[in-house]
C-alpha cells in the first residue's frame, strides 16, 4: 500500500492461450473466432469458443462484444486522475479494503444483418459538429468525456455557437423564431437565475435535438433559459425536505425508522435544474451559495457515519447518494459496500446514481474500474445473504441509446439489481404516451421502474413543476396498460420532512393547489400526527395563499446558511 492509502498495482492473473483468425465480412465489420483457453477448472483445461464482432473506426478495430482481460489490482482510483481534468471536482481519499475479482461478460452471437444495423446508427455524436472527428473509442471512453465535460459559460456559449442553427425555436412555439445570438443570452440569463451550475458530459450533449433546444426533453432539465422561468412559490424551502433537521451525524440523513441516507459526495455528472439538494450539491451560483466540503467524505465522516449506523439497532436499509455515487472513487465505492456488508443490523443497501442515464459508456469501458467495484460489492453482498441496489434516474426515452442498452444488459448480466426513480416534469414526461414509453424501455432492459416522483418545491423549478392532478390522472392512465410490476409507486417527497407519500393519498383542494398529507410510519422528532402540504406551482396572473392574500415572494438571495 502507498502513502496515498491505496493498493500498489499487483501482478495480472492469467492463464489463458489466445489464438484468433479473422474472416471478412463487409468493409467495416469483421468477425473474429476466439479460442479461449484457461486452465482453470479442477477437471482440466476448458475451452472456449466465442465469435466476436469487430467494427473498424479509422485507425483502430474495437469488438462491440469483448472478452474480459485479466486485470491487476487497480492501484489507485481512476476518479482521482479524472479530476484533474476539472476544477470543481475533488476525489475522495479513503483507504479501500483488500481483495478483488473479475466478473467476465458474456459474448454474444448475432447475424451478420443485426450486426449491421447496429454500426449503421451507433455513432450518433458524429451530428455535432464538435464531435465529427471524435471516434467511438474516444467517445465511449469515461476519460475522454472527463476531459470534454461541458461547464461554465467560458466552455457552453462556444459550444452553443458551433451546434445551434442560425435560427432557432421559441419554447412552447416551434414556428416562432430567434437569432442564435438571441437564444445563447437567454441562456445566460436564465445561468443567472438558476439554483445550480450548469455541467454537462458529452453523452448528455449528443442526445439534445440542437435544432430545436428550448423544446427539448433533455435539454430542459439542465440548461435553463431566463425567459422560462417563473417566480418562486412563497412557500417553497432552499432545503425542501428538511434533510439538514433529520442529520444525527454529518453526511446522514435519518428520517424513517429502519433507513438512512449516506450523502458521501457532491459531485454529478451533470447537475440537473430540479436537484432537491441544491442547497448542498455543486459549485456556488448567482442565487445560492453553498459550502465546498458539505457532502465531501473524510475517514473522520466515514467513521462517525458508519459508528451510527452501527449503534441503530432498529436500521436495515442505507441509501449512498450524494452527489452522485459516480463520483466515488472505485476503491471507495468498494470499501463503503464490504463496510455495510459487515454491520449485522444491515440487510439491504443501494448506490444512487444517475449515470447509467447521464453516461452509459462508463459501464462499458474496460479501463474504468467503477463497474467492476460495484459489480464485487454487489457478488459479496449476494454472498453474505444480503442485498445491494444500482438506483438510477431515467426522465426520458431520448436519453436511451444502444450504449444504454449495452451498459444496462452487463449490469443485467452480472446479477446487479437495477431501480429507476422518475422526476414528473411539466415539458419533459408530463403526458402518458412518453411516460408510457420510458416504462417500457426501463423493462426491456430489466430496470424496475420504482419510483415516479413529483417535483420538489425547491427554488428556480416553477417552470417545470406540474399540479398535482398531473400525477394522479397519470397513474390512472397507465394502470393497467403496462404490467403491474412494471408500474412505479407515484409519490410525493412531502416538505417538511414528511417523507415519501403515495400521491393519491392526499385531501387535495384543486381551487386552491393545496393538498395535505400525514404520515403515520414518522414518529421521530416529534413528527406524530403532524401534517404536510404541497402546493401546486405558482399560476399565471398570481397566487391566492390560505389566508385569501395575494402572495409576493420577497426576490432576496437564498443562502444556504454557509454550509453546502
Known amino acids: ?60 478495430t474495437i469488438p462491440l462484444n469483448r472478452s474480459p482481460k485479466p486485470e491487476a489490482k487497480f492501484p489507485a482510483s481512476t476518479a482521482e486522475q479524472e479530476s484533474r481534468h476539472t476544477s470543481s471536482e475533488t476525489s475522495q481519499s479513503v483507504p479501500r479494503a483488500a481483495g478483488t475479482s473479475t466478473t467476465p461478460a458474456l459474448a454474444t452471437t448475432k447475424s451478420e444483418q443485426q450486426v ?36 461554465r459559460k467560458e466552455k457552453l456559449i462556444p459550444f452553443l455557437a458551433a451546434v445551434l442553427p442560425k435560427e432557432v425555436p421559441c419554447s412552447g412555439s416551434a414556428a416562432k423564431l430567434q437569432s442564435r445570438d438571441g ?31 428550448a423544446n427539448d426533453p433533455i435539454f430542459r432539465q439542465f440548461i435553463p433559459l431566463g425567459s422560462i422561468m417563473i417566480r418562486d412559490h412563497p412557500m417553497l424551502k432552499l432545503d425542501s425536505l428538511h434533510e439538514r433537521a433529520d442529520s444525527p451525524v454529518e453526511n446522514v440523513v435519518h428520517r424513517y425508522r429502519d433507513r438512512a441516507l ?15 439538494r441544491s442547497y448542498g450539491v455543486g459549485p456556488d451560483t448567482e442565487l445560492i451559495s453553498k459550502a465546498a466540503d458539505r457532502f465531501r467524505l473524510s475517514n473522520e465522516k466515514l467513521d462517525a457515519a458508519f459508528t451510527y449506523f452501527s449503534t441503530q439497532e432498529q436500521l436495515r436499509d442505507v441509501v449512498v447518494s450524494g452527489g452522485d455515487a459516480f463520483y466515488l472513487e472505485p476503491h ?38 467503477w463497474t467492476d467495484a460495484l459489480i464485487r460489492v454487489s457478488d459479496k453482498a449476494r454472498k453474505a445473504g444480503k442485498h445491494m441496489a444500482l438506483h438510477t434516474h431515467f426522465n ?31 415539458g419533459v414526461n408530463d403526458n402518458v404516451e412518453t411516460m408510457s414509453t420510458l416504462l417500457q424501455k426501463l423493462a426491456d432492459m430489466v430496470i424496475e421502474p420504482y419510483y415516479l416522483y ?69 414518529t421521530r422528532q416529534g413528527k406524530a400526527g403532524k401534517v404536510y402540504k404541497y402546493y401546486d406551482p405558482v399560476k399565471p396572473g398570481g397566487l391566492v395563499s390560505e389566508q385569501g392574500k395575494n402572495e409576493v415572494p420577497t426576490g432576496k438571495v437564498l443562502e444556504a446558511e454557509g454550509q453546502c
Not at 11 to 37: G, I, Y
Not at 404 to 418: N, Y
Open 454 to 522: 413529483q417535483c420538489d418545491m425547491v427554488p428556480k423549478v416553477e417552470h417545470l413543476r406540474t399540479p398535482l392532478q398531473t400525477i394522479l390522472d397519470m397513474e390512472k392512465q397507465l394502470r393497467g396498460s403496462i404490467s403491474g410490476f412494471c408500474m412505479p409507486h407515484f409519490v410525493v417527497d412531502l416538505p417538511g420532512g414528511g417523507g415519501k407519500q403515495l400521491a393519491s393519498t392526499s385531501s387535495y383542494d384543486r381551487e386552491s393547489g393545496i393538498s395535505t398529507f400525514t404520515a403515520p410510519a414518522l
Open 1 to 60: 500500500m502507498d502513502t496515498t492509502g491505496r493498493l500498489k498495482a499487483g501482478p495480472a492473473q492469467r492463464n489463458q492461450d489466445v489464438s484468433s483468425f479473422c474472416l471478412p465480412v463487409q468493409p467495416s465489420t469483421q468477425l473474429k473466432l476466439v479460442r479461449d483457453t484457461r486452465d482453470k477448472s479442477p477437471l482440466g483445461t476448458i475451452t472456449q469458443y466465442r465469435i466476436l464482432y469487430l467494427v473498424t473506426y479509422k485507425d483502430s
Open 116 to 151: 449491421e444495423e447496429e454500426v449503421r446508427g451507433e455513432e450518433f455524436w458524429r451530428e455535432l459538429a464538435p464531435y465529427k472527428d471524435v471516434s467511438a473509442k474516444e467517445f465511449l471512453s469515461w476519460r475522454w468525456s472527463v476531459k470534454n465535460v461541458i461547464e
Open 262 to 276: 449516506f450523502l458521501a459526495v457532491c459531485i454529478c455528472p451533470a447537475y440537473c435544474a430540479f436537484c432537491t
Open 332 to 369: 471507495v465505492l468498494e470499501m463503503i459496500g464490504e463496510r455495510l456488508i459487515s454491520l449485522p443490523n444491515i440487510k439491504r443497501f443501494r448506490f444512487a446514481s444517475r449515470g447509467l442515464a447521464l453516461s452509459p459508456h462508463r459501464f462499458l469501458d474496460r479501463d474504468d474500474k
Open 396 to 426: 426520458h426515452p431520448n436519453e436511451i441509446s444502444w450504449v444504454t442498452e449495452k451498459a444496462s444488459r452487463r449490469l443485467h448480466e452480472a446479477a446487479v439489481k437495477v431501480r429507476n426513480q422518475t422526476v414528473l416534469l411539466r
Open 183 to 213: 437564444f445563447m443570452r437567454d441562456v445566460l440569463e436564465g445561468m443567472k437565475e438558476s439554483s445550480m451550475h450548469v455541467r454537462l458530459m458529452p453523452y448528455v450533449l449528443s442526445r439534445i435535438n440542437w435544432k430545436d433546444p
